[in-house]
């Protein structure tokens, strides 16, 4: 069985073994404390990679089982890194035949620029990156990858024509400046969902080609997805159209909602055209307290349908000129507080009113106007391209 000899403790923190196809046993690199980066392009005779040869301080893993240019299938079974708590860059190509196993790491993966998931050729390898994001992970941070269209990844032809549901495990996601990914969140056009079941924090920034969050029949029809989300943050995402399509769910838990420089955006939540209903009653938001929107001027609904919010306490608004509704909110004037509102003057009178009854009347808000001069300082309908 052939390995490579071990490095000293005192060797440097890159380990290069690249080009190595003879190789079938990592050697032994615990002791190798300062080791940052590892290379193993081409080591298409490794059978296993363990968490127990690996020092803790690995930040980078590379393994390009096509870089040889060798007709051999790479014989890799398993890759666990799951004790390397400071991994920063996974990037692994070509065809994986025989893996079984992957798992990055229990809690928190975070993905840059040293990331591929494109260029996965065998199915089971794709099979395991959907585990590994559907059971493995509880924290994703996505950024600065300039190749990544969807952090849901395409299916193999095989199970693009299986009708499923699978629940995706994260509770904290954050994706931002990734200037190719199109959606965070994507079926790509096959028959399976997907449920957020624990997902309690979704943070997007600076997704300059975004048209979405969450694209229309991705989200699975079911009555407990999105139960646990708490916040949702947007920032600088100019071509989003819309964020979370809504089914038969509602979103029980959210408290905060904040979304600024989107200049595209149409609408926060909208109908999924798999099943639009044909009576559209406002939905109930029960823990909603801070709505804050800034530069969104094409921005005309919320939420379609209407929404209702009875704990909201407060709303700010900038640059939101087209925006027609606020949500309904508890009917009784003589309760200890009213919902705060900050807007300008001509974004509060175009807004349009059910009346006191409904519980959306202008009475049942406080009012206080922003600075006048904001319009003036940004041009209507500006948006970063």
Same mark, same amino acid.
């Given at each position: ?17 690249s ?13 190798? +404390?300062? &080791? ?7 080591? #298409? ?8 040869? &690996? ?6 893993? !590379? ?7 060798? %007709? ?15 991994? %920063? ?18 809690? $928190? ?8 998931? +494109? ?32 952090? +849901? ?8 024509? *299986? ?7 994260? %509770? ?5 400046? !990734? ?12 028959? #399976?969902? $997907?449920?957020? $079941? =624990?997902? =309690?924090t ?16 991705? #989200?699975t ?20 159209? $819309?964020v979370?399509p ?12 904040? *979304? ?7 609408? /926060?939540?909208?109908?999924?055209? /798999? ?13 909603? %307290?801070h *709505? ?10 919320? !939420? ?18 087209? &925006? ?15 919902p705060?509102?900050?807007?300008? =003057?001509?974004?509060?009178e ?25 319009k ?10």
């Amino acid at each position: 069985m052939a390995a490579a000899a071990e490095p000293s403790q005192a060797s440097s923190n890159r380990a290069d073994l690249s080009g190595n196809s003879s190789i079938q046993v990592l050697p032994t690199l615990s002791k190798a +404390t300062s &080791l940052k980066t590892l290379v193993l392009d081409g080591c #298409v005779g490794l059978e296993h990679v363990d968490p127990e040869g &690996l020092p803790a301080s690995l930040e980078t893993f !590379c393994l390009d089982a096509g870089s040889s240019g060798s %007709k051999v299938a790479a014989k890799l079974s398993k890759i666990s890194l799951a004790g390397c708590v400071h991994l %920063k860059n996974f990037l692994l190509r070509g065809a994986l035949p025989e893996l079984e196993e992957l798992n990055l790491s229990d809690f $928190y993966v975070e993905i840059g620029e040293g990331i591929s998931l +494109t260029d996965m050729e065998s199915n089971r390898a794709i099979s395991f990156m959907e585990l590994m994001m559907r059971e493995q992970i509880d924290s994703l941070h996505v950024h600065g990858n300039s190749r990544i269209l969807s952090v +849901t990844h395409k299916l193999s032809s095989l199970h693009q024509a *299986i009708s499923a549901f699978r629940g995706i495990g994260l %509770k904290w996601c954050r994706v931002e400046r !990734c200037p190719k990914l199109q959606s965070v969140f994507n079926s790509h056009g096959s028959q #399976v969902t $997907y449920t957020f $079941y =624990k997902l =309690k924090t979704i943070w997007a920034s600076d997704l300059l080609i975004a048209g979405c969050i969450w694209c229309k029949g991705t #989200v699975t029809d079911f009555i407990a997805n999105f139960k646990a989300l708490q916040s949702i943050h947007l920032h600088n995402c100019p071509r989003l159209k $819309y964020v979370l399509p809504f089914r038969s769910f509602t979103l029980p838990s959210l408290e905060t909602l904040h *979304i600024t420089r989107c200049g595209d955006l149409r609408q /926060v939540f909208p109908w999924d055209d /798999v099943d639009v209903p044909q009576g559209r009653s406002a939905r109930k938001f029960q823990k909603l %307290k801070h *709505i804050n929107l800034y530069d969104l001027p094409n921005l005309q609904d919320i !939420c379609e349908g209407g929404m209702y919010a009875p704990v909201l306490e407060s709303i700010k608004l900038r640059g939101c000129w087209n &925006l027609m509704r606020l949500p309904v909110v508890d009917r009784d004037e003589g309760r200890g507080h009213r919902p705060v509102v900050h807007c300008e =003057k001509d974004c509060w009178e175009k807004l349009e009113w059910d009346g006191l009854r409904a519980g959306h009347a202008p009475t049942l808000y406080e009012l206080r106007q922003s600075s006048p001069y904001y319009k003036k300082r940004l041009l209507r309908g500006t948006v970063l391209r």
